[in-house]
C-alpha cells in the first residue's frame, strides 16, 4: 500500500513540473501528490486522532480552491460579502486599495493575465470613511478576509493576489476551529468531519462569505456540549464553560437566526459542574447570552419595519404586510411551512448542501457524500455514546432543528417572499449545514460499532471524502482552464 502511495505521489509530482500542462494542472497534481503524502504520514495516527485527518484534506483541498477558482464573485452573494469584508478592512488599514464592483475572469489563462493586470492598475485608492457600522456584531465573520485583506494591502501586494488570499484565510480559519472541534470530542469525530467536509462547505469556506464562520463556530461549540455530554464523570472547567459559551456567541453574530442551537447548552445537569454555584453562574450566562443574539437579530427587523424587506424578493414584498398576513391566518401559515417542508428535507435535493459549488456548477457524488455520512452516523459510535443516546437528549435535538429551520423559514417568508405566497423563498439547502451535526450524532445505536481496526475505517472516509472534493474541483473548475 505505501509503495502504492509513493508511486502516486511521484507520478503526480512529475506533473508538477510538466511545462505541457498549464499552471492550474500543476498545482491540481501538487495538491493530490499533498494529499497522497499526508494519507501515508497519517496512517497510525487517524484512528486514534482523525483530526489530522481533516486538518491535511480541508486545508489541502480549500488551499486548492480558492487559489484555482475563477478571481471573481462565485458563491452566493459573494460581492454583497466582499465589500463588506473590504469595508472592514479600510478601517484597519485607512487607505486601503477597493476593487471595482464589476469585474470579469476568464479560463483562458493569457485573457485572464490580462485582466490581472488591468484590475490591479485600475485600483484605486479609497476615499471612503470608515463608520462604526462596519464593526458591527452581525459582521464579525467578515474578520478573517478582511485582516487579510488589509495586510495585502499594507504590504502593497498585487490586488488579484490580494483577493486570493483574503478567500484563503477563511480557509485557515475554519479548518483549524473545527479541527479543535473534532479534537475535543469523544465519539462523532467522523460525523463532524464528513459534515465539515461536505465539497460544499470546503466550498463556502474557499469563498467571501460568513457561512463558514457560523458552521466553525457552532460546531466548536456543540463540540464542548456534547463532549461534556459524553463524559458523564468529568466536570466541566470555567475554560471549558466559557469556551463553549463563547462560541456560540461569536459563531451565530452574522446569522443569529439558529439562535435555538444555544438552548441545547441546557441540557447540561449540575452534576457537570464543579459546584452549584457555577451551575447558576452558566445557567444565567447562557440565558442572558441567548436573550442578546436573539436581540441581535429581531431588534433591526422591529426597527427597520417594511424598509427591512430583502430588495432582491422583489416589489411584491412587504414584511409588515406579510406579519399580519401570518398573525391573521395561522392555520394557512403553518400548512404553507410544513410544505415547503417536505420539499426541504427531499433527500433527492441534498445535492444542494452537500456537492453544489453555486454558480460553477454541481458536483458528482452526491449520493456517495450521503452513503457515507450514513455510515459514518450509523457505525461512529463508542461506550460514550450512551450518555447521549436518551430519549431526553435525542428529542431536544430533534426538536432545536425542526424549530430553527421554521424560524429560518418564517423569516425568509416575512422578508423575502410576496405576501401571502402559498411557498416560501429563499430558503437555501446551504442553511441545514449547521444544524446537521447534533442530529446524525443523536442518531443511530451505540451497540452498533465497526469490526475491523479504526486507522483503515478513518482513512477511508478521508479518501473518500476527499476524491469527491478533487473529482468536483477538476471537473468544475481545473479542466476549463486553457
Known amino acids: ?71 471573481n464573485f462565485n458563491s452566493w452573494d459573494e460581492l454583497i460579502h466582499y465589500q463588506r469584508a473590504e469595508n472592514i478592512a479600510s478601517v484597519l488599514v485607512p487607505d486601503l486599495y477597493f476593487r471595482p464592483d464589476t469585474t470579469s475572469s476568464s479560463y483562458s489563462i493569457e485573457q485572464q493575465n490580462k485582466i490581472d493586470t488591468l484590475v490591479d492598475g485600475s485600483y484605486q485608492r479609497s476615499r471612503r470613511k470608515p463608520t462604526f457600522y462596519d464593526l458591527t456584531y452581525n459582521k464579525v465573520g467578515y474578520l478573517p478576509s478582511a485582516i487579510a485583506l488589509a495586510i495585502g494591502s499594507w504590504i502593497h501586494l498585487p490586488h488579484h493576489l490580494c483577493f486570493v488570499v483574503g478567500r484563503w484565510m477563511n480557509v485557515v480559519l475554519y479548518s483549524l476551529v473545527v479541527f479543535f472541534a473534532i479534537r475535543k470530542l469523544a465519539t462523532g469525530k467522523m460525523i463532524m468531519s464528513v459534515i465539515a467536509l461536505f465539497p460544499t462547505s470546503i466550498f463556502l469556506a474557499s469563498n467571501y462569505n460568513y457561512d463558514s464562520w ?82 441581535s437579530f429581531v431588534l433591526p427587523f422591529v426597527f427597520s419595519g417594511i424598509g427591512g424587506n430583502d430588495k432582491r424578493g422583489g416589489d411584491a414584498v412587504n414584511s409588515a404586510e406579510q406579519v399580519k398576513f401570518i398573525l391573521g391566518q395561522p392555520l394557512v401559515y403553518i400548512k404553507i411551512l410544513l410544505g415547503f417542508m417536505l420539499k426541504y428535507f427531499d433527500p433527492t435535493r441534498a445535492g444542494r448542501f452537500t456537492t453544489f459549488f453555486s454558480y460553477l456548477g454541481m458536483a458528482n457524488g452526491v449520493w456517495v457524500v450521503l452513503g457515507t455520512l450514513g455510515l459514518a452516523a450509523l457505525t461512529d459510535k463508542n461506550r460514550h455514546d450512551e450518555a447521549t443516546a436518551t430519549w431526553r437528549i435525542r428529542s431536544s435535538v430533534v426538536a432545536v432543528f425542526l424549530a430553527t429551520v421554521s424560524l429560518i423559514a418564517t423569516a425568509l417568508y416575512v422578508s423575502f417572499t410576496p405576501v401571502g405566497s402559498p411557498g416560501i423563498s429563499g430558503v437555501q439547502p446551504r442553511y441545514l449545514i449547521p444544524l446537521l451535526f447534533p442530529l446524525f450524532l443523536v442518531s443511530g445505536s451505540s451497540r452498533l460499532t465497526i469490526p475491523f481496526n479504526r486507522n483503515i475505517y478513518h482513512s477511508a472516509i478521508f479518501t473518500v471524502m476527499a476524491f469527491v472534493m478533487m473529482l468536483g474541483i477538476w471537473d468544475r473548475i481545473v479542466s476549463r482552464y486553457y
Open 1 to 71: 500500500m505505501i509503495k502504492a502511495a509513493a508511486a502516486l505521489a511521484a507520478l503526480a509530482l512529475v506533473g508538477v513540473f510538466t511545462t505541457a500542462l498549464n499552471p492550474y494542472t500543476r498545482l491540481f497534481a501538487l495538491a493530490v501528490a499533498a494529499l497522497v503524502v499526508a494519507a501515508v504520514a497519517l496512517r497510525r495516527t487517524v484512528g486514534r486522532s482523525p483530526e489530522f485527518g481533516f486538518l491535511a484534506v480541508a486545508l489541502i483541498c480549500g488551499s486548492l480552491l480558492s487559489v484555482t477558482e475563477p478571481r
Open 214 to 295: 457560523v458552521t466553525a463556530f457552532t460546531m466548536l461549540g456543540l463540540a464542548y456540549l456534547f463532549g461534556g455530554l459524553q463524559r458523564p464523570d468529568k466536570r466541566l472547567t470555567v475554560c471549558e464553560m466559557c469556551l463553549m459559551l463563547g462560541a456560540f456567541v461569536v459563531g451565530l453574530g452574522p446569522k443569529a437566526i439558529y439562535f435555538p442551537l444555544m438552548l441545547l447548552l441546557f441540557l447540561l445537569r449540575p452534576d457537570k459542574f464543579t459546584s452549584p454555584m457555577h451551575h447558576k453562574y452558566f445557567t444565567r450566562a447562557t440565558a442572558l447570552s441567548t436573550v442578546l443574539v436573539i436581540c
